[in-house]
Each structure stands twice: as C-alpha cells, then as structure tokens.
C-alpha cells in the first residue's frame, strides 16, 4: 500500500468545472492501474474512471462520460480527473484509487490503495 493525496475539491455551480489531482510517492504509480471513485451522500462508493498504467486505455462511468476526463503524468506520480459541465448530482467525495495491477477494472477489491477523498459539492 502507499499514501495517495487527493486535493481540488471544492464547491460550484451547475455547469462548472473542477480539476481533481491525486499525487503518490515516488514510483507508487508504476505497473498499476489508476481510477477515481466516488460516494454521494446515501450511497455507496462507485468508479467514475480509471487509466490503465500505459495511458493506453482509459474508462468512464456512463453517468459522466463526456463531461469528465483522467489523465495522469507518470513522470510525477500524479493522476487528474477534469470534471466539466458538472451536475448537482455529481456532489460526492471523490477517492483516487490505485489497482493491484496494470488494467482498469471497476470492482474496489482490485484496488489496494486509497485517498482519504476530497469533497465535490455542486449547487444548482
């Protein structure tokens, strides 16, 4: 397990944009896969997107493809999600999530470090 860093979150308006980063120790990004999580108020944590190691290949969650993008620098060990266009109901705490291995996949048992979340709060 390593220390994963979230930090952008903050408050906006419907329509907005917020960039999301998540940063690791050195090297902690290697060989795995990197995703976003998140959990509403009520509801259970859920994938919003992951980037496989290479940057090949990336998925989204259908609630936000289009809006939201995942890049990541593996030059920094540090991993993005741009959230455009958002909507009140993508108000959550979003987690950065590094996978046992290089593919994305979107169960959390394949996932063995965690973010402590950084809050998305969206009025409308």
């Known amino acids: 397990q390593v220390q994963l860093l979230e930090s952008g979150g903050g408050s906006v308006q419907a329509g907005g944009s917020l960039r999301l980063s998540c940063t690791g120790s050195?090297?902690?990004?290697?060989?795995?896969?990197m995703s976003w999580f998140r959990r509403a108020p009520g509801k259970d944590r859920e994938f919003v997107a992951g980037m496989r190691w290479t940057g090949t290949s990336t998925q989204y969650a259908d609630s936000i493809e289009g809006r939201f993008t995942i890049t990541r620098d593996n030059t920094k060990d540090t991993l993005y999600l741009q959230m455009n266009d958002l909507k009140p109901e993508d108000t959550a705490v979003y987690y950065c999530a590094r996978g046992r291995d290089v593919v994305v996949f979107r169960a959390e048992t394949k996932y063995d470090s965690w973010g402590q979340g950084t809050q998305v709060t969206v009025s409308s």
């Open positions: 050195i090297g902690s990004f290697s060989d795995h896969a």
